[in-house]
């Protein structure tokens, strides 16, 4: 057995340590060596314990009889691979505190479907977290409010956004396998469609995109920078929760003219310029989410809205009903299947 990575050992007075800070478990009555030991293991040793604590001159009794002292989280087996980069790291002080371990982020694939400044920022969180494929779609050229410290340069501006943040992708991350996409958002190559796209747009949600979408049965996370905040999410399953043209249709409900408003928002052309902090908190919460279905964690965002903005810490929030009118939840979809079938009947 091996010390679990990443897991401290904190000296509290002689005879007594503590494993971990949250969800303590204190030790008392341990020797000099034995404390030594502990501090030796917490302070990175990979090797066997029994390897360890043998160069120390401890017999294998000794070792049977501290391991039956300590948190059986304390150890894991030795067949256990070696957690090395600080998200699996990560996990395995949470797995420790008794949450299960998630699914491995190296199998999913996600998509950042808009790269401007936030979405450039989203993919490369998204990238650090460990994903296994990402595939980076945007028709449109750098402008010169996308050009913030770490990502695009003022140089690049004028030029595809998506060949560009391509190149600082595979910069700073080498090993990451990446793809762009063509036009309709489609991955180029032969590895498939994502398992969730990231959709970033300014004003309102493009229909055309979360359409198509919606139709394919592939989940997005919709991230819509607006006038004085960024609304993250809601995360769309297609068939499970409300969808994005039932929040259109419930703006609707509240103002009828909401859909000519709308419009106008497609068309603006300019995107709005964030703050700087709040940016940052919006990307976070994004990538959060987005690393969460990648780990088939629970996703706060299902049918419901955070608005991060300059003024709050924490963002706020808004829950979404799923629309009567739209048709999108599997009811309606049965229902329709069956009036379609006494129409064929
Ligand atoms: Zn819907």
Redesign the pocket.
């Known amino acids: 057995m091996r010390w679990r990575p990443g897991l401290t050992v904190y000296w509290r007075a002689p005879g007594e340590s503590q494993v971990g800070i949250e969800g303590a478990h204190i030790l008392t009555g341990l020797s000099p060596g034995e404390q030594e030991l502990l501090d030796l293991l917490a302070a990175g040793a990979t090797e066997p314990l029994e390897v360890v604590a043998a160069r120390r001159g401890w017999t294998g009794r000794q070792v049977a009889a501290l391991v039956t002292r300590l948190p059986p989280w304390a150890l894991i087996e030795d067949g256990v691979p070696v957690v090395a980069s600080p998200p699996a790291a990560a996990w395995s002080r949470w797995e420790a505190a008794g949450v299960e371990r998630p699914r491995d982020r190296a199998g999913v694939c996600l998509q950042v479907d808009g790269l401007d400044a936030l979405g450039l920022r989203i993919a490369c969180l998204l990238a650090e977290g460990g994903i296994g494929r990402l595939v980076l779609a945007d028709e449109e050229p750098v402008r010169p409010g996308d050009v913030r410290p770490g990502g695009y340069r003022s140089s690049e501006v004028g030029g595809p956004r998506a060949p560009a943040a391509l190149a600082l992708l595979r910069r700073l991350f080498p090993h990451l396998p990446l793809a762009s996409a063509d036009a309709a958002g489609t991955p180029c190559g032969d590895e498939g469609a994502a398992d969730l796209v990231v959709m970033i747009d300014h004003g309102v949600s493009d229909p055309l995109r979360y359409r198509r979408y919606?139709h394919t049965d592939l989940p997005h996370l919709a991230v819509v920078v607006r006038e004085l905040d960024v609304c993250v999410g809601p995360l769309v399953r297609p068939g499970h929760g409300?969808?994005?043209?039932?929040?259109e249709?419930t703006r609707t409900d509240a103002d009828d003219r909401w859909p000519v408003l709308a419009t106008q928002l497609r068309g603006s052309g300019s995107p709005v310029p964030l703050e700087s902090a709040s940016a940052a908190l919006a990307a976070a919460l994004a990538a959060h989410q987005a690393l969460a279905f990648a780990d088939a964690r629970p996703v706060a965002l299902s049918a419901t809205s955070y608005l991060v903005d300059a003024i709050h810490p924490v963002p706020r929030f808004r829950t979404w009903p799923?629309?009567p009118a739209?048709?999108?939840?599997p009811e309606s979809l049965d229902s329709g299947a069956q009036r379609a079938g006494h129409r064929g009947g």
Not at 242 to 247: E, F, G, Q, T, V
Not at 326 to 329: E, L, S
């Open positions: 919606l409300p969808c994005l043209r039932c929040i249709l799923v629309h739209c048709g999108c939840a």
